[in-house]
C-alpha cells in the first residue's frame, strides 16, 4: 500500500508539474486537466499530448479565510480559475501578490510551489500556482510606488 | 392522467446540530412519521430508497439501505440507496418515482439523511469538497465556499449584484423559517448582520451559507390507484427530471448560470404541461445565497442578470408572486445533504396540501423543486401537483 496520497499525486505528476494537458486533432480544442475522451467529438476525437505555455489570466477568484488544515497555515490565500492563452480554464492559487490587488482580468504566469502535504509528516505535494505577469518574483511594485512617494 | 405517481406521506425529524442524535435515530424517527402522515402499514411498503452523499465519511457507516430496513423493523424488502452528492436526496425521490412508474414497487419509503455533526471541521469541509473535482479543485486549495464564491463574484461584474443582493437571500429565508417548526434556525437576521458576518471566501460570508447540520426527511410514495385508499389529500409527481453537467465548475462555458438546471426545468415543465407561471411556490437549492440569486434567473422566475432585482421588488417572498424557500431552504432549515432534496419535497407536499401553517401560500396547487448536487454537476427538478 501506498502512503497517503503518494500515488495518487506520483501518477498525476506530468499534470500538475508541468501543466500538461491534451489536445483533440479533430475539433482543435485544448484540455486540462487531460480528458480521456473529447466530449466534443467522443470516438471520432484524436486526443495527442500537449505542453501548455502556462500564460493566462484570472476569470473569478475568491480570498480564501476558512480553510481545512492542510491549507491553515497559508490562510488568507487567493484561489482562482484561470482562464489560460489556449482557451481552458483550471483552478490555482495566486501567489506574490497582495490578495487585495487582485482582479478579475489580470494577467498571470504559472509558477512552481509546494501546494500542500498530506498531514504531519506526510507526502508533501508540488504544482502549479501562478503570480502576476508584469512583476519580478517577490517584488511589490505597489509598495515601493508608496516608500518612493515619500522619500520625495 | 392515470398512473401518475402521487406521495402520501411526508415527515421530518428537527434538523439541527444533534448531538443527543446519531444517523439511526434522525433517519428512524423522518421514516416514522412519513408513515405514521401516510397511513400505511409496514406491510403494505414494498420497498425503501435512501439518498445519502457521505455517511462513509461522516459517521463510519455505509450500507444505510440495508440499515433503514433493519432499524425499522421492515424486514427483508429491498432497499436502494442512491448518491448524488447534495442532490442525493432528489435522486432518492426519482429513484422512487421511476420504480413506481415502472410498476416494479407499489408502495416505497424514501429516506433523505445525512448526520454532519460528528466530525472536525476539516473533515467536514473535506467532505463537502468532493461534490466538486476534488482532484484539480479540492486538492490544489479551493474550498466549496470558494467554488461558490467564484461565481458570485462573477455574476457581480457581470451583472451588477450587489452585496447587499446577496444578503436578501438568507434574510428572506430566516424570515419563512421562523414559522417552520422542522428548522433548524427558527428566527430572523436583520441584514447588516448578514452583511457583516465572518468571511469564508471573498465575496461570501458565513452567513450566505448554508450551515452543517444534522437530518434526515422521509416521504411515502405510491402509484394513484392507490393512493386514494390511504388519503384524500394526495400530492402527485407531475415530472421528474434530471440533467448533468462537468464535474468541475472550471470546465463550464458560464459560471453565472447552471446549464443542467436550465435544462431539467424546461423538460419538467414541458413533460407537466406548465408554464414556469403556472407555478405557486418553488424550492430552490440554496446552499449558498448566490445560488438562490442563480437558479431564480435559471428557472425562469427573473431574467437572467435579474436574481438581485427579484429579491429587491420582494417577488420571491411568501405573498409574493413565486415565493421561493418558504421552508426556510437550506439556508435556515438547515442543509443536512443528502436529506435535502427530499426535505424540500415534504416543505412542497405540505404547501399543496394546505398545512404548510403560518407560511402557506394561499391556494397553491403547483410546486417545483430544483436540487443541485456540486456546483451544478447534478440538477434534479420535481414539479408537483394536487
Not at chain 2, 434534479?380 to 394536487?386: A, E, F, Q, S, T
Amino acid at each position: 500500500m501506498a502512503e497517503q496520497g503518494v500515488a495518487g499525486v506520483w501518477r498525476r505528476i506530468r499534470s500538475i508539474y508541468n501543466i500538461q494537458g491534451n489536445k483533440c486533432e479533430t475539433c482543435k480544442t485544448f484540455y486540462f486537466p487531460p480528458r480521456p475522451v473529447c466530449p466534443e467529438c467522443r470516438r471520432k476525437g484524436r486526443l495527442v499530448d500537449y505542453q501548455f505555455k502556462g500564460l493566462g489570466s484570472i476569470y473569478s477568484f475568491a480570498i480564501v479565510r476558512q480553510a481545512p488544515e492542510d491549507f491553515k497555515r497559508q490562510i488568507p490565500y487567493v484561489i482562482a480559475q484561470v482562464e489560460l492563452d489556449e482557451g481552458t480554464r483550471l483552478t490555482a492559487q495566486i501567489v506574490n501578490v497582495d490578495p487585495e490587488d487582485v482582479k478579475i482580468g489580470m494577467r498571470v504566469r504559472a509558477c512552481f510551489r509546494k501546494i500542500k502535504e498530506f498531514g504531519h509528516g506526510g507526502v508533501i505535494v508540488y504544482g502549479y500556482k501562478f503570480e502576476p505577469t508584469m512583476k519580478v518574483t517577490g517584488h511589490d511594485l505597489k509598495k515601493d510606488q508608496k516608500s518612493s512617494s515619500v522619500t520625495k | 392522467m392515470s398512473n401518475r405517481v402521487a406521495i402520501i406521506g411526508v415527515g421530518m425529524n428537527k434538523f439541527g446540530e444533534l448531538w443527543d442524535q446519531n444517523l439511526r435515530d434522525i433517519t428512524l424517527e423522518a421514516g416514522m412519521y412519513a408513515i405514521f402522515d401516510s397511513g400505511v402499514r409496514g406491510a403494505d411498503i414494498d420497498g425503501i430508497v435512501i439518498g445519502n452523499m457521505s455517511a462513509g465519511r461522516f459517521t463510519g457507516q455505509e450500507h444505510l439501505g440495508a440499515q433503514a430496513a433493519d432499524m425499522g423493523g421492515l424486514g427483508d424488502m429491498p432497499a436502494y440507496s442512491v448518491e448524488a452528492a447534495c442532490a442525493s436526496g432528489g435522486a432518492a425521490v426519482r429513484h422512487a418515482y421511476m420504480a413506481i412508474k415502472s410498476g416494479e414497487h407499489k408502495v416505497m419509503l424514501v429516506l433523505g439523511t445525512e448526520k454532519m455533526s460528528d466530525v472536525n471541521q476539516t473533515e467536514a469541509m473535506n467532505t463537502i469538497s468532493v461534490a466538486a473535482d476534488w482532484e484539480w479543485e479540492g486538492m490544489f486549495g479551493a474550498t466549496f465556499p470558494a467554488l461558490y464564491a467564484f461565481m458570485a463574484r462573477r455574476h457581480m461584474m457581470e451583472y451588477g449584484t450587489t452585496e447587499e443582493q446577496l444578503a436578501k437571500p438568507t434574510v428572506k429565508n430566516h424570515a419563512n423559517a421562523a414559522h417552520n417548526p422542522w428548522a433548524q434556525f427558527q428566527r430572523p437576521v436583520p441584514i447588516g448582520v448578514v452583511m457583516n458576518s465572518g468571511l469564508l471566501a471573498d465575496p461570501l460570508r458565513v452567513l450566505h451559507s448554508a450551515p452543517i447540520t444534522d437530518g434526515a426527511a422521509g416521504l411515502v410514495m405510491c402509484s394513484e390507484d392507490l393512493a386514494k385508499k390511504y388519503t384524500d389529500t394526495p400530492v402527485y409527481i407531475e415530472a421528474s427530471e434530471q440533467n448533468s453537467d462537468t464535474l468541475a465548475l472550471h470546465d463550464r462555458p458560464s459560471i453565472t448560470r447552471m446549464d443542467a438546471v436550465i435544462k431539467s426545468t424546461r423538460s419538467a415543465l414541458q413533460e407537466a404541461m406548465l408554464e414556469i407561471t403556472d407555478i405557486d411556490v418553488f424550492e430552490l437549492h440554496d446552499s449558498f445565497s448566490i445560488g438562490e440569486i442563480i437558479l431564480t434567473e435559471d428557472v425562469g422566475i427573473a431574467k437572467k442578470g435579474e436574481g438581485g432585482k427579484a429579491l429587491d421588488e420582494g417577488i420571491t417572498e411568501i405573498g409574493g408572486k413565486f415565493p421561493v424557500n418558504t421552508s426556510g431552504g437550506l439556508k435556515a432549515r438547515g442543509h443536512p445533504v443528502g436529506a435535502t432534496g427530499v426535505a424540500q419535497i415534504v416543505e412542497l407536499a405540505l404547501q399543496l396540501r394546505g398545512d404548510a401553517e403560518k407560511r402557506q401560500v394561499d391556494g397553491a396547487e403547483k410546486a417545483l423543486a430544483v436540487n443541485i448536487g456540486g456546483t451544478g454537476a447534478t440538477s434534479i427538478v420535481h414539479i408537483l401537483g394536487r
